[in-house]
Structure formats: C-alpha cells, structure tokens
C-alpha cells in the first residue's frame, strides 16, 4: 500500500531531506503536490523525478519557466497563492509543510484543514496563528505532527505518558555560530558568518536565527502551542553538541530525552512513519565518540531575543505575529546587508512597544496582522 505525501516547500532544505527519505523507499510513496517558491527548474526536476501529479511555484512570474520545464512531463503546473492554498488541499495522507516564514501559514492552514496529517517545519506559521492554527488542528481532527527537531524530540518523550504529569519540557540550543562571541564581536558579524551553523545545515533564514537565538525564542512559542503545559514549565538550555535535543522531566523526578545525530532526517522519518519507525542512512550516535555531553543557561543579555519570545508569548493575541514579522523583515535586511546583526533584536523590540493591534480569531485576522506588522517593521529599518 502507498501513501500519498505532498511537500510544501519541496526545493529547500527540509524538502530535500524528506524526499531524501522517500527515495530511499520510492515504491512505498505516491507525491501528490511539490511547491517552491520559484526555483521552476529545481522544482520541475523533483516533480519528475518523483512522478508528482502536480509542481506549483508561489511566484506566479516563475510560472511561465515552470511550464515549459515540465513540457511533455503531464505533470501539471500552477503558479501563485492560491494555486498553492489549491495543492495543499488536494486529498494526500500527510502534508510536510517546509516553507519557510510567514508565506507558509495559508497553506498551512489548507492542509490542516483537510483534517490528515499534518507534519510540521514551518515554525513562523505556528508562532503566527497560534491559537487559530491549534484551533483548527482541533476542530477537523487533523493529527500535527512536530519535524522540529526539539519539538519531535519532546513529541516522543511525551508518547505513552499523561501531559498532566509533566513537571517541565526542556528545549535544547546549540547556541548557534555565535555562541562564544563578544558583544563587540557581534556588533560586526556577517551574514556569511552567521548562515555557518557547527551543527546543522539549513536554510538561509533559520540560520540567522539560530546565530541570534531568535530560533529557540521562536521554538519556545511553537512549544506553548504544541505542548500545554503553561509557559512557566517552558525552558531552555544551551547544549553545543546538539545531541540531546529536548527532554521532558515528570512529577517523579524521571526525565526522558530524545538523541541522535544533527541530522534532521531523524524528525522527519520519526514524522512520516509515526506511529512506527522507518530506517534512515544517518550515522548511529557514537557516544563514546562524542566524549562528553555539556549543558548551560542560556545568555540573555548578549541574545536577548529568547526573553523577547517569552514575553510575546506571555502577552499572546497579535504579539507573536508582531514578532515573527519583525523578525522576517530584520532577517531579511540583514541578509541583504542592509542592517548590522544585533539591530534585529533592537528592531523587534522597538517594533513590540509600538505596534499591538488587537488578537486576532481568523486566518484572514493573522494575515492582515502579519502584513500591517511588516510595512511597519520596513519603515523602522529606514530609522534604525
Ligand atoms: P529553505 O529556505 O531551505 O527552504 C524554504 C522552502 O520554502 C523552499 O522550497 C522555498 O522555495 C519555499 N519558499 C520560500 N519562500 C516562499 C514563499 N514566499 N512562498 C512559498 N514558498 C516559499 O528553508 P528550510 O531550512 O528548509 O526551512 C523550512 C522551514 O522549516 C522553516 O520554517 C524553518 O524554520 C523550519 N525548520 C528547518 C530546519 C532545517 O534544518 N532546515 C529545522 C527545523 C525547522
Ligand atoms: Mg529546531
């Protein structure tokens, strides 16, 4: 028996690393719908490769490219926003969402939506939507599975135990590049610099993050949905050999942790072959290898964007939204060299104490929130 997937976000990293995965077991697949944002002769490659019924670029512009890479293929072509929303609700068993940032929430939410599995990267949408998102997971039975690392880790700690015994959920950090750095120092770090992560090799966004701990801040919203257990039970520990990648402490004083190599094809098998196991071609963990597994409180003051989270978090409504938006806008201009690299803390910041519209209770509410958040954050950069 196949089982049929759809990947939104199929040219990037974790799209790459899900099919991957499915290569290894082609016979045991059948790919409904690959997206991309434009990348038409990538994304063309990967549809043909694996016979998709459908190839779909964001950007309508790449559309006429797609096309002509997919001439003769029969594999069908689209282009724009709602012929992605149109592939994430054709009929498939489990949905990867992989885009990257806010672009990936209406597809998202289409996925969810069709009430299957949902197994999921796209961190920002859930930061985003929250509350309309786990509402909707909610209401049509959709079963979400988590891909982030930290979050599959604690999703399989949990497995088999009542939430109401947790004590604590632990999320691991590397610490990104610039763990050991000065202030001084990050006052002058490159994009170059900061999308080389020690551990992980990932988009260029989510790299960025990682280098201001913006990740893990947004990590510990996506865990506050994901997990229950109120946000006083929510830490973080900084863990520079990411093997250790969330753990989960109970009332009687056990602990579980989930461990393997940084590899995220180990979330994204654990996902698409939840309840059971696929095999994977990652590297057993070689602990006495390793040698030596170290743990320490994060520094909020050199990376105060983990406090920056926590208190989104805590105000909730639109907040969250604000703050994922900032942060794309920061990211971006960083990215472009157009911002130096600790002025994306500075901006969200600056952003969250002037903009608080009201919490949203649609998609189209967080939408309009998400777009209202970034003209916004665009014209603080012109200040900053
Ligand atoms: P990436 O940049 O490598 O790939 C992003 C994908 O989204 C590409 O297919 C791209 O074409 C598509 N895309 C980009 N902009 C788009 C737009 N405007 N509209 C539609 N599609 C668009 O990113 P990635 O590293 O694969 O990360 C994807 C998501 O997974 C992110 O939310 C990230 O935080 C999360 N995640 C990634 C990793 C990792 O190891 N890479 C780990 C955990 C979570
Ligand atoms: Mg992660």
């Given at each position: 028996m196949t089982r049929a997937i759809t990947i939104l976000?199929?040219?990037?990293s974790i799209g790459a690393s899900t099919l991957d995965l499915i290569r290894r077991e082609r016979d045991k697949w059948r790919v409904v719908a690959l997206t991309a944002n434009c990348q038409a002769v990538e994304l063309a490659r990967l549809a043909r490769e694996f016979s998709a019924e459908v190839a779909v670029v964001?950007?309508?512009?790449?559309l006429p490219d797609l096309r002509e890479a997919l001439a003769g293929s029969g594999i069908a072509a689209a282009g724009g926003a709602a012929a992605l929303v149109e592939a994430a609700t054709r009929p498939a068993d489990i949905t990867v969402?992989?885009?990257?940032?806010?672009?990936?929430l209406a597809p998202t939410m289409a996925a969810i939506e069709q009430g299957r599995s949902v197994a999921l990267a796209n961190k920002e949408a859930l930061v985003s939507a929250g509350d309309v998102m786990m509402a909707a997971v909610a209401r049509h039975g959709t079963t979400l599975l988590p891909m982030d690392s930290e979050h599959n880790a604690i999703f399989q700690c949990l497995a088999?135990?009542?939430?109401?015994?947790?004590r604590s959920i632990t999320l691991t950090a590397?610490?990104?590049?610039?763990?050991?750095?000065?202030a001084a120092q990050l006052a002058v770090a490159t994009p170059e610099q900061a999308v080389r992560h020690p551990n992980w090799d990932m988009g260029a966004k989510i790299s960025v993050d990682s280098a201001t701990m913006f990740n893990k801040g947004l990590e510990l919203i996506e865990a506050f949905h994901l997990f229950?257990?109120?946000?006083?039970?929510l830490r973080i520990v900084v863990h520079?050999?990411?093997?250790?990648h969330s753990m989960v402490e109970y009332r009687d004083g056990s602990t579980l942790a989930q461990l393997g190599p940084s590899d995220m094809r180990v979330p994204i098998a654990s996902c698409l072959a939840w309840p059971g196991r696929m095999d994977t071609p990652c590297a057993p963990l070689d602990l006495a290898a390793l040698g030596e597994l170290t743990f320490r409180a994060p520094d909020?003051?050199?990376?105060?964007a983990t406090r920056l989270c926590r208190q989104a978090a805590e105000a909730g409504g639109a907040i969250p939204a604000v703050l994922n938006a900032a942060n794309e806008v920061a990211v971006a201009a960083f990215l472009a060299g157009?911002?130096?690299?600790?002025?994306i803390s500075v901006m969200v910041e600056e952003l969250l104490g002037r903009y608080a519209p009201p919490a949203p209770t649609t998609l189209d509410q967080v939408i309009a929130v998400d777009a209202e958040a970034r003209s916004h954050a665009r014209r603080l950069l012109e200040l900053v």
């Open positions: 976000g199929a040219t990037g964001a950007d309508e512009t790449c969402a992989a885009i990257v940032g806010g672009a990936g088999g135990n009542d939430p109401a015994h947790v590397s610490g990104g590049p610039f763990r050991e750095w000065s229950p257990v109120g946000l006083d039970a520079p050999q990411s093997v250790v909020e003051v050199r990376f105060p157009h911002l130096p690299f600790t002025r």
